[in-house]
């Protein structure tokens, strides 16, 4: 059994609202690998089949079904360069007879942030920027709101603030 809000890694492949919204548990991605070498080798199609590995990294399906997830880096493992994990969050290519997984800006960074929060029961005091909350964010060269990264170099860190103080500024 499951805490409300643990987090799951290993929920590449068995995926499905189903397993999430009813259980309330939280699977965890990482966007940088869902293209990487570690995960063509361990979700790919010699290994675990055609059918199952159309399924795995099913982001847009969990979002829909209402389900929550978190985002992460995976870092040192992957690369954490965090343009790179939003390109490949909303741009990402598909298995062929897969169903589009793709997600918005706004829902992949909710997943980083209110969702890595939620997974970490600590929604109640970081995961969104409000008042009372604790300031650990990053600042990027540009807004991927208004337009949003066209390849995975296109969004860099100018600064990142952890606890309230500023810890990395370009």
């Known amino acids: 059994h499951l805490d409300i809000g643990q987090r799951i890694g290993t929920s590449r492949i068995r995926?499905?609202?189903?397993?999430?919204?009813r259980a309330?548990?939280?699977?965890?991605y990482h966007p940088a690998n869902h293209t990487g070498t570690v995960n063509r080798r361990?979700?790919?199609?010699d290994n675990v089949g055609a059918e199952?590995?159309?399924r795995a990294w099913a982001w847009k399906t969990l979002q829909q079904s209402g389900a929550r997830f978190?985002?992460?880096?995976?870092w040192?493992?992957?690369?954490?360069?965090?343009?790179?994990?939003?390109?490949?969050?909303?741009?990402?290519?598909?298995?062929?007879?897969?169903?589009?997984?793709?997600l918005t800006v706004t829902e992949?960074?909710?997943?980083?942030?209110?969702?890595?929060a939620y997974a970490s029961f600590d929604d109640h005091r970081k995961g969104v920027l409000a008042p009372g909350m604790l300031a650990d964010l990053v600042v990027l060269t540009r807004d991927i709101l208004v337009t949003p990264p066209a390849a995975a170099a296109d969004v860099q860190v100018a600064a990142t603030v952890f606890d309230g103080r500023i810890v990395f500024q370009r």
């Not at 992949?108 to 890595?116: E, F, H, I, K, S």
């Open 52 to 54: 199952r590995a159309s």
């Open 108 to 116: 992949a960074l909710a997943a980083y942030t209110r969702g890595a």
């Open 24 to 28: 309330d548990e939280v699977p965890s």
């Open 42 to 45: 361990l979700i790919g199609r």
């Open 70 to 74: 978190a985002f992460g880096s995976d």
């Open 15 to 21: 995926t499905g609202s189903r397993y999430f919204v």
């Open 76 to 102: 040192p493992v992957a690369n954490l360069a965090p343009g790179q994990a939003l390109w490949l969050a909303t741009t990402r290519v598909q298995a062929e007879g897969a169903p589009d997984q793709r």
